[in-house]
Structure formats: structure tokens, C-alpha cells
T-cell receptor, first 111, second 113 residues
Framework: KNEVEQSPQNLTAQEGEFITINCSYSVGISALHWLQQHPGGGIVSLFMLSSGKKKHGRLIATINIQEKHSSLHITASHPRDSAVYICAVTRGDSGTYKYIFGTGTRLKVLA | GAGVSQTPSNKVTEKGKYVELRCDPISGHTALYWYRQSLGQGPEFLIYFQGTGAADDSGLPNDRFFAVRPEGSVSTLKIQRTERGDSAVYLC???????????FGPGTRLTVL
């Protein structure tokens, strides 16, 4: 079983819809990261969370440490939001801060 | 430039050949990471440098893979006797310290024929 699981794997939405992507993890963490990857493009960091909730524009990320679960929400989705969204964690019990990645959620927003 | 850069962007090689992949981190970032991403998968950790030293090389798949960062800035990932299974996108990331958000380069797509 992967240490970081995401759902759904693929998601198609209509423009304007509210989108939720989920991430569950099975290890103790020091932080959780949400990242965006466009086809053929690099990876961009969206959020780094250790507790609570963060908001940036139309993106909201929440984390529940007790339940080992995080969600990424996109409000008023737009076709330019189409990308792969990746959840990653850094473990709290290691001396390094390497990311452990989920397999990603491929989002397509239709106009 | 202001971001992490990687060269080459694409590399095609034949099975058995040696390749070097280069990463230029953001200036002043002491931490540097290498990851490998196979098609349809999330990236997997290879090696982490703090300054000049490899602080964690537990992700290197075997002894054909080696990486250096001699002056604490540019890093080179070296793959000997390449195999078809080495084909992937190799990603480099840096952060100001060990902890904190990592900034990713555009990756090098390696294809081993």
C-alpha cells in the first residue's frame, strides 16, 4: 500500500463546478504539499500545510492531522485549471525532507 | 534565471551508454533533491544533498546511479550502463534549507533505446 493515496485518479468537470481532490497518508508527517503539474511542464508548489486551512485565490487546501487526510478544493473551476494535481508529504521521523508523492489526480475542466 | 534549470531537456541514448544530467538550483538554496517520474506515476525520490554532501541517497535504485554536488550548487546525476527501464523524466528540486517548499526544475526526459 502506498504511503500517500489520492482520489480520484481522474476527474472531468464542467467549467464553474466546485472540485475536490482527496489525499490520505499513512505515516507521521511534518508537512503536506499540494502541487500542480501541467502536461509537458514542471511542477509548481501550491500549498504547504502542517495544520488547518490555507486559501489562495480560488484554491483552498485543508488538512486533518488526526484523520491523516487532506483535501484540495477548486472553486469556480476554469479550463486553465486542467492539470495533474499531486499530493506529497514530508515525514516527521526522518532527517531529510524528501517528498513522498501520491500518484496524482488528472483534472480536466471542460468549457 | 530565477528558477531551477535542468539540462538537457531531452536525452536519447542507447542501452549500455553513460549519461549525465545537470541541475542548476536557485542561487542560495542549500538543499537539492533528485526525483524520477515514470509515465503516469508520481515522482520517486532518488537522492538529497545538503550543501556538498549527500545526506540521503536511499532512493538510488542501484550502483549504476551516482550524483555529485562538488561546490554545493550545481549537481550532476550520472547513470552508467543505461537500461531501458531507466527511461523516465528526471526532476531536480531545491529549497532554501532542508525544510520548506521545494522548487522544481522542468525535468530531463531520458529515453533509453
Amino acid at each position: 500500500k502506498n504511503e500517500v493515496e489520492q482520489s480520484p485518479q481522474n476527474l472531468t468537470a464542467q467549467e464553474g463546478e466546485f472540485i475536490t481532490i482527496n489525499c490520505s497518508y499513512s505515516v507521521g508527517i511534518s508537512a503536506l504539499h499540494w502541487l500542480q503539474q501541467h502536461p509537458g511542464g514542471g511542477i509548481v508548489s501550491l500549498f504547504m500545510l502542517s495544520s488547518g486551512k490555507k486559501k489562495h485565490g480560488r484554491l483552498i487546501a485543508t488538512i486533518n492531522i488526526q484523520e491523516k487526510h487532506s483535501s484540495l478544493h477548486i472553486t469556480a473551476s476554469h479550463p486553465r485549471d486542467s492539470a495533474v494535481y499531486i499530493c506529497a508529504v514530508t515525514r516527521g521521523d526522518s532527517g531529510t525532507y524528501k517528498y513522498i508523492f501520491g500518484t496524482g489526480t488528472r483534472l480536466k475542466v471542460l468549457a | 534565471g530565477a528558477g531551477v534549470s535542468q539540462t538537457p531537456s531531452n536525452k536519447v541514448t542507447e542501452k549500455g551508454k553513460y549519461v549525465e544530467l545537470r541541475c542548476d538550483p536557485i542561487s542560495g538554496h542549500t538543499a537539492l533533491y533528485w526525483y524520477r517520474q515514470s509515465l503516469g506515476q508520481g515522482p520517486e525520490f532518488l537522492i538529497y544533498f545538503q550543501g556538498t554532501g549527500a545526506a540521503d541517497d536511499s532512493g538510488l535504485p542501484n550502483d549504476r546511479f551516482f550524483a555529485v554536488r562538488p561546490e554545493g550548487s550545481v549537481s550532476t546525476l550520472k547513470i552508467q550502463r543505461t537500461e531501458r527501464g531507466d527511461s523516465a523524466v528526471y526532476l531536480c528540486a531545491s529549497s532554501r534549507t532542508g525544510y520548506g517548499a521545494q522548487f522544481f526544475g522542468p525535468g530531463t526526459r531520458l529515453t533509453v533505446l
